[in-house]
């Protein structure tokens, strides 16, 4: 199974982008699925998630500004980041779970003015 994520890049404050994630490889379902980050000398932490049954949830910090989507039949998952924040500067990995966990490489969204 591999992750392909993509999307990242710099924005000035308040801006946005959205980061996609494909996962391949696999022909059984995924169970679930989300976004990690990681900023320099910080623990890789939650940002958001959703399950097969489209239950979803958030890091407190990004509720309101983050939204998180999948499509199954594309086997994609998104990240729509809205009003970016320097603190969100990280490099955002994607997390899919379908017969154990599994991680993709990681994308770099850098919020900079």
């Known amino acids: 199974v591999q992750l392909q994520a993509s999307g990242g890049g710099l924005v000035q404050p308040g801006?946005?982008?959205?980061?996609?994630?494909?996962?391949?490889?696999?022909?059984?379902?995924?169970?679930?699925?989300?976004?990690?980050?990681?900023?320099?000398?910080?623990?890789?932490?939650?940002?958001?998630?959703?399950?097969?049954?489209?239950?979803?949830?958030?890091?407190?910090s990004v509720k309101g500004r983050f939204t998180i989507s999948r499509d199954n039949a594309k086997s994609t998952l998104y990240l729509q980041m809205n009003d970016l924040k320097p603190e969100d500067t990280a490099v955002y990995y994607c997390h899919a779970i379908v017969d154990r966990g599994y991680w993709g490489w990681g994308t770099q969204v850098t919020v900079s003015s």
């Open 15 to 60: 801006g946005s982008l959205r980061l996609s994630c494909v996962v391949s490889g696999s022909q059984l379902s995924i169970h679930f699925m989300g976004w990690y980050r990681q900023a320099p000398g910080k623990e890789r932490e939650f940002v958001a998630g959703i399950t097969s049954g489209g239950v979803m949830d958030y890091l407190d």
